[in-house]
Structures are given as C-alpha cells and as structure tokens.
C-alpha cells in the first residue's frame, strides 16, 4: 500500500515529533504587554463612567465606575500571574507591574470619590465637569501609550507627555473651584466640595505618576 504523500512528507521533516512534544511541555507564554493594555481599557471605561457622573451625578454612571474598577483588578491580578508565568517580558517585569500599579491608583481614586460624593450627599457641579474631561482625555493618552510600547515607543513617549499635559490645567480648576467656594455661606456645603475637589485633584496626581513612569519604560529602550 502507498503510504500518503502529505503523512510521509510530515514524518519526513526532522524534528516535528519534538516540536510537538516541546509545545506540549512548555506552554504558551501569557502575551503580558496585551494584558496591561487590557487593564488599561477597563480603567478608560471606568474613568469615562466618572465623567459622566461627573456631568450631574446619577447612580447608573456610579454603578458603572464600580464595575469597571472591580474587572480592572480582575485584569490586574491576570497581569501579575502572567508576570509569574513569564521567561521573558518584552517590556521589564518590574516596569509592567509599575504601570499596572499606578494605573490602577487612578479608578481606585476615581470610585473613591463617587463613594465619597454619596456619602457627603454631593451633586457634581461645573467645576467637577471640566476637570473630568481633562481626567478623561489624559487617561485615554496612557493607554494609547501603553499600545504603541511594542511597535514605536518614542510614541508611546509622546503619549505619556500628552496625558500630563491634558491634566495640567485641573490644579488650575482646582484653585479655581476653591476660590469661588468662598462666596458659599452653607457650611456644610463648602466643606464637601472641598473634600471631592480634592479628590478630582488626586486622580489628576495619579495620571501624572504613570505618565512619568511611561516615560522611564522608554528611556529604558523599551
């Protein structure tokens, strides 16, 4: 009997057996650049979420910052076991978990704040508008940056100074905010806005702190 073609040339090829049996034993390595721009999406929706609580307040705009925070630590904790499965990174192990860090310092920050609002029985108001655009854009940028890592990092450069620069101006806002809160006589009133003006500022921190250690992973050659 003719032994088929295709199954003698497969049986022919030197090796083939072993390449089989080594995917076998090692399996695939977990692609953990992809995973952190994963965790990155979640944390833009979730900063969209607050943007648009931030336009009037409203509890399914809540309940979707919420959501989005417990699947960006579910993304997270996925990061960190591919960082243990993994023999090697294209990005250094200790910036990846750095940037899953810090990242997700900025949608703890901003559901804190939602939380906060809640129990302080605060509306968002225009000041709160304006910096949760700039919050929004500058998230967006992180993730743009955290994508071109891979293929063009002085882009990802770049990136990382257009979302410090979208958030420059909340300080401005901030102090903005806060001198007009002297012409506010309840003061019940000032002493919430306060709080949660401060807490705007605080995600604007933390955009700034991945966007300064965005920059590091390029100087580094990534």
């Known amino acids: 009997m003719t032994e088929p073609a295709g199954d003698s040339a497969r049986a022919s090829k030197p090796g083939a057996t072993g390449r089989r049996w080594w995917r076998v034993l090692l399996p695939t390595a977990p692609d953990v650049l992809a995973l952190l721009v994963a965790q990155g999406e979640l944390t833009v929706t979730g900063i969209a979420a607050f943007d648009a609580w931030s ?6 705009s809540a309940r979707a910052v919420r959501s989005a925070q417990h699947k960006a630590y579910d993304a997270r904790r996925e990061l960190l076991a591919g960082l243990q499965a993994a023999l090697s990174t294209p990005v250094d192990q200790e910036d990846l978990y750095a940037l899953s860090e810090r990242i997700d310092r900025i949608l703890n920050a901003a559901r804190n704040t939602v939380r906060e609002a809640d129990v302080l029985g605060w509306t968002p108001d225009g000041h709160a508008e304006a910096m949760s655009d700039r919050l929004a854009a500058g998230t967006r940028a992180l993730v743009e940056g955290f994508k071109l890592l891979r293929r063009d990092a002085d882009e990802a450069g770049r990136r990382a100074d257009a979302a410090s620069e979208a958030v420059l101006h909340v300080e401005h806002d901030y102090r903005e905010a806060m001198v007009q ?9 000032v002493l919430a806005a306060q709080d949660i003006y401060r807490r705007y500022l605080a995600v604007a921190e933390a955009i700034v702190a991945v966007a300064d250690r965005l920059w590091f992973v390029v100087l580094r050659g990534a």
């Open 181 to 189: 809160l002297l012409a506010v006589e309840d003061l019940r009133t």
């Open 55 to 60: 336009h009037g307040g409203g509890k399914e």
